[in-house]
């Protein structure tokens, strides 16, 4: 049989080209691409072997025996790897891992396997191709070259739909396009054996990888000529995945936006690719990123980094940048980073962490992100994403704590008080999660959910009818701030069909210093309606009486801290006592927190204070338990 290579040449002329561009181009190397190099090069050598051993055959009898079996061994040997390694390939670009010898992989290559050993046996069995004094013939079991690339055709194929959540844009489509264009070709040669167009579907299958990822033109930042953000991303990935323990240092320029101003968008991109072309001098073109913005990453791996490296990025910026003649002399604050302390995704939060720190101290300063840094963000990564976990599942945990009427001697009202048990964790503090809330903005969603479990609580549990005539809500001061507060609030007791009398919104003085002409239009309008409201912690800050002169409040809550004062000294004590007294004569009602003994129960109560909260009587509890607490109390303040 007489074999056409013409599409087996071409395929391998365009391949060789292809490979000069790929010399020539800066990138990533990561797993995916070392098995897209490996895949290109067995594919490429196959292909010469191909036609070479099919020139040889129309030449039988010129060459010698043992040459026409090796070579044709190794071209179908090959021929049953290649699948193997396209399927590494899209198990890698699909997953975003590397293959392992696991159960289910191994399985995955026996069909190849037991390919390879055909051919090896090829010799005495004839399975898959022989040679006698005609020359060569096709084996008994030729077939199964092309039923194993069926195989592993499918096989890409269901590794694209499971994965598919895992593909951005396109890439469903250029995976199945390269399955099909790899396969297709093969199936042609089944029926016509006389063209070699495995090759062909080898280079198209390539130049489509090529194409959609593998020419990384996603990892350029264009301005700077740096590589972007997704591809930092990339490379931590991958130092991570093998435990690499690289520094990382994130450059912030001071004032780059005044540097455009004056020179303009075109000398400030300029300035900005004159820095990188600096960096990428000293460590190299493939460790140089821009972050975003005015903000570059350097990556040190750990073979290389020395404790000079600081001192290389501050003597850039030592040096005057020139633009059009003219010496323009540049700041930026450095942070470092060890990427030992973090896995791939942390590093980015530790990086705006550590250039906030080094801004926060000045132009030009250094800031070194600690272990014990580390450790508190990924605590407060950990607390954020317990609490947006919550939100998204629309609850959130709620305790309360009982408040005891000192003139009726029961409990009649509670406070609820919102509870994060974090993993790993416990429960957090709410002024720790409070405070990350508000910084995040979720504090909104956070405070509606709270307001949507208390007026739930009361529907449900017939608390009217059991005694409480009203539970007090914290609000933040991202809250009080908030022009849509009186709609919200308002939306949810019409949901549950909640008297308004049943509801006492708590306010800090800081959140009424904050926000005062706003808050004050939110709480005219809802006590309009009926609901009251508390002046909380007082005493715990500057303690400005004129917040109760011109906010409705109807009760002060006296802090913790005051009353504790109050026990150690007879001044506080006396100052306590007046206060109490001056909020009596102007209407208030008073509730003493942190009670923690009788002896404090005993002395405020003598002091005129209306109702006391804290230990003595009750910590915070669950909704399950905190009408039986209640029920506990009240029978007992009644012996």
Known sequence: MHFNITYEACASLFLILLMIVLATRRRLEGYQFKIFRFYFAICLINNIVDMTASVMIDHYETFPEWLHWGLNGYYYVMQFIIPTVFLSYLYGRLTKHTPTLKKGYIVALIPSLAGVVMVLTSYVTRFIYYFDAAGFHSGSLHAYLYINTAIYAVLGAIFAIIWHDNLRNKEFFYI?????????????????PQYLLTGLGSALTIYIMYLSTESQMEYMDQVSGAFNREALTFKLSEMHRHGSKEDIYAIAMDNFKIVNEIYGMEGGNRMMQRLVNKLQAEFGTDMVFRYGGDTFVVIVEEEV????????IASIFRNPFSHNGLDVVLSACICLVHGENHDAK???????????????????QFFEVLKETVDTLERRVNIEQAIMAEIERGRFEVHYQPIYDLKRKKICSLEALARLNVEGYGYVSPEEFIGIAEKNGSIIQLGQIVVDEVCRFIRDDNLIEKGIEFIEINLSVVQCMREKLYKDIQEVLDKYNIPTSMINLEITESAAAYSEERLLRNMARLSMRGISFSLDDYGSGYSNISYLVKMPFSIVKIDKFFLWGAVKKISTRLILENTIKLFKEINKKIVVEGVETLEMAQMVDAMGADYIQGYFYSKPVSKDKVMDVVTRINKEAQK
Do not use: H, T, W
């Open 346 to 364: 942390g590093v980015f939060s530790a990086i705006e962490y550590g250039i906030a720190q080094a801004k926060r101290r000045g132009k030009g």
């Open 176 to 192: 199945m396009l390269m399955i099909s264009v790899s396969a297709m070709p093969i199936f042609i040669q089944m029926f016509f």
């Open 305 to 312: 980094k020395s404790n000079k490296d600081y001192d290389k």
